[in-house]
């Protein structure tokens, strides 16, 4: 990543970072991933065009699609978040993956089962979500309690309404980086400033500032070039990198 902007993943007095090394490796590892699983499944639905009719497969694929993009859409209503594109890209990527499984079991039995296990158990979501729940139960750290309100002197002043605490941020609510547009992208690294602004547990906030290091690493995968201006312009935590991200060379 990008060296010499520790301000843009944490507000002032916190700390922060760009990535790091930590965040390379991951998005390495997540760009690995995705390269293997790409390949995979592509042998995995080229088998099963060859093996069955192209109307059952697509028959198959839309049946998958749909059901996986409706279990998306029925989560994110629990969680207030209906974003059409992710719903979608993830309905595909179901209808693809069930496809590209039962070609790759057609293709070699028991040991295209046991490579289609081994990339879901390795996917880098299952394994955010494990980090994420182990982050949770090590402990949730400290709330800040809303403060007192003075006591009623009898004054003519108006009283002001009790301070109301402010939700718990779930940053595990937010869509992977890659699924979201280079716009949406921007706007989500905007958004995050904002919630890592309101108080909050120990816990919820480093979850925050790993989510935004997620954003800085995307940033670069899509455009380093258009990272590095906005850098150079003297970017800020709070700053918004529409025009140089979206701005291809």
């Not at 716009?183 to 909050?200: F, G, I, Q």
Request: charged share 20%.
């Amino acid at each position: 990543m990008v060296i010499g902007c520790t301000e843009m993943t944490a507000t002032a007095g916190q700390p922060g970072g760009c990535g790091g090394r930590g965040g390379r490796i991951v998005a390495r590892y997540r760009d690995a991933w995705m390269l293997v699983t790409a390949v995979t499944a592509t042998v995995g639905v080229w088998t099963a065009l060859q093996t069955w009719p192209v109307v059952g497969v697509l028959g198959a694929f839309v049946c998958v699609a749909f059901v996986g993009g409706s279990l998306a859409e029925a989560a994110a209503r629990e969680r207030g978040r209906r974003r059409i594109r992710p719903l979608l890209a993830i309905g595909a990527l179901a209808g693809v993956g069930a496809v590209g499984a039962a070609g790759l079991m057609v293709l070699s039995g028991a040991l295209g089962l046991l490579v289609v296990v081994v990339l879901a158990a390795s996917c880098p979501k299952v394994w955010a979500a494990i980090r994420r729940r182990q982050s949770r139960a090590s402990g949730p750290g400290l709330r800040q309690d809303p403060p007192e309100q003075p006591a009623d002197t009898g004054s003519s002043t108006v009283a002001t309404a009790p301070h109301e605490e402010w939700p718990e941020p779930t940053p595990e609510d937010a869509p992977e980086p890659w699924l979201l547009g280079d716009y949406e992208l921007c706007c989500a690294w905007r958004k995050s400033y904002a919630v890592l602004e309101r108080p909050h547990s120990t816990a919820t906030h480093l979850r925050l500032v790993e989510q935004r290091q997620l954003y800085l690493d995307e940033f670069e995968r899509r455009n380093p070039t258009g990272l590095a201006e906005w850098l150079a312009s003297g970017a800020r935590a709070a700053g918004d990198p529409t025009r140089f991200i979206m701005r291809r060379s």
